[in-house]
């Protein structure tokens, strides 16, 4: 194809490339999180098919883009202020993250009675059918950054869904290793949901028409991150 005989189709592939799976970052955690609920022999289903459900419809959105673009047009308006479909469903999917990732706080740090005893570390077993829903539900409003940004970056239609695959397979190849680790260490799933927290707090936000910036955000996370490895290590010398 031409398209590719050009040197700026593949600079905006890598470029976009990348930004997917960047955008992508705060979906794998929520995979990992919901597939580490699912009974052990069916987590891995859970990841895959909620990821291979995820990409066709990403790719069912990106072919129906003028419709998305559509969705950024005004259907609501309160006191002067204005709402989209795409405001609407941020706000929704934000209020969902905030109280899911809450509820899983509000569990793990105060346990829950079980033959009289409290415990925090009881498993509690989420539906197969239901991780799916869940994962394709919160990938479709993780989704329209993706392709607004993609849409933003170039007008070349064959080039947004190829990122999109891409980063969907790396997410794929990640969301084992990561949701392993992630349900190994208990400080790490508080800082996951945490930062599921925050992603709330920023979908909210922007479906309020204030942009924050995601590397503010990024950068919180890695940098938190990087303080609690420390600290593992720590432990682990010290122990």
Same mark, same amino acid.
């Given at each position: 194809?031409?398209?590719?005989?050009?040197?700026?189709?593949?600079?905006?592939?890598l470029?976009?490339?990348?930004?997917?799976?960047?955008?992508?970052?705060?979906?794998?955690?929520?995979?990992?999180?919901?597939?580490?609920?699912?009974?052990e022999?069916?987590?891995?289903?859970?990841?895959?098919?909620?990821?291979s459900?995820?990409?066709?419809?990403?790719?069912?959105?990106?072919?129906?883009?003028?419709?998305?673009?559509?969705?950024?047009?005004?259907?609501?308006?309160?006191?002067?202020?204005?709402?989209?479909?795409?405001?609407?469903?941020?706000?929704?999917?934000?209020?969902?993250?905030?109280?899911?990732?809450?509820?899983?706080?509000?569990?793990?740090?105060?346990?829950?009675?079980?033959n009289?005893?409290?415990?925090?570390?009881?498993?509690?077993?989420?539906?197969?059918?239901?991780?799916?829903?869940?994962?394709?539900?919160?990938?479709?409003?993780?989704?329209f950054?993706?392709?607004?940004?993609?849409?933003?970056?170039?007008?070349?239609?064959?080039?947004?869904?190829?990122?999109?695959?891409?980063?969907?397979?790396?997410?794929?190849?990640?969301?084992?290793?990561?949701?392993?680790?992630?349900?190994?260490?208990?400080?790490?799933?508080?800082?996951?949901?945490s930062?599921?927290?925050?992603?709330?707090?920023?979908?909210?936000?922007?479906?309020?028409? /204030?942009?924050?910036?995601?590397? /503010?955000? /990024?950068?919180?996370?890695?940098?938190?991150?990087?303080?609690?490895?420390?600290?593992?290590? /720590?432990?682990?010398?010290?122990?």
């Amino acid at each position: 194809m031409e398209i590719f005989a050009q040197p700026d189709t593949w600079v905006a592939l890598l470029t976009l490339t990348f930004l997917e799976i960047v955008l992508g970052i705060d979906n794998i955690i929520f995979i990992s999180l919901v597939a580490g609920k699912v009974e052990e022999k069916d987590q891995k289903k859970a990841r895959l098919g909620g990821l291979s459900i995820a990409l066709v419809m990403r790719i069912l959105l990106l072919l129906s883009i003028t419709w998305i673009i559509g969705l950024t047009k005004p259907v609501l308006t309160l006191a002067d202020f204005e709402l989209s479909w795409r405001d609407i469903i941020l706000i929704a999917g934000g209020i969902f993250l905030l109280v899911k990732s809450t509820l899983e706080i509000h569990h793990k740090v105060e346990g829950h009675e079980e033959n009289g005893t409290k415990t925090g570390n009881t498993a509690t077993h989420l539906g197969f059918s239901s991780a799916i829903v869940q994962i394709v539900l919160l990938d479709i409003v993780f989704s329209f950054d993706s392709i607004l940004t993609a849409v933003g970056l170039t007008d070349q239609l064959i080039l947004m869904i190829i990122a999109v695959i891409i980063a969907i397979i790396v997410m794929m190849i990640f969301a084992k290793p990561v949701g392993k680790f992630v349900n190994d260490h208990p400080t790490i799933q508080i800082l996951a949901l945490s930062f599921l927290i925050l992603i709330g707090v920023m979908l909210i936000v922007e479906g309020a028409h /204030y942009h924050v910036p995601k590397g /503010y955000i /990024y950068f919180a996370v890695f940098f938190s991150l990087a303080i609690e490895m420390l600290n593992m290590r /720590y432990r682990k010398k010290n122990d």
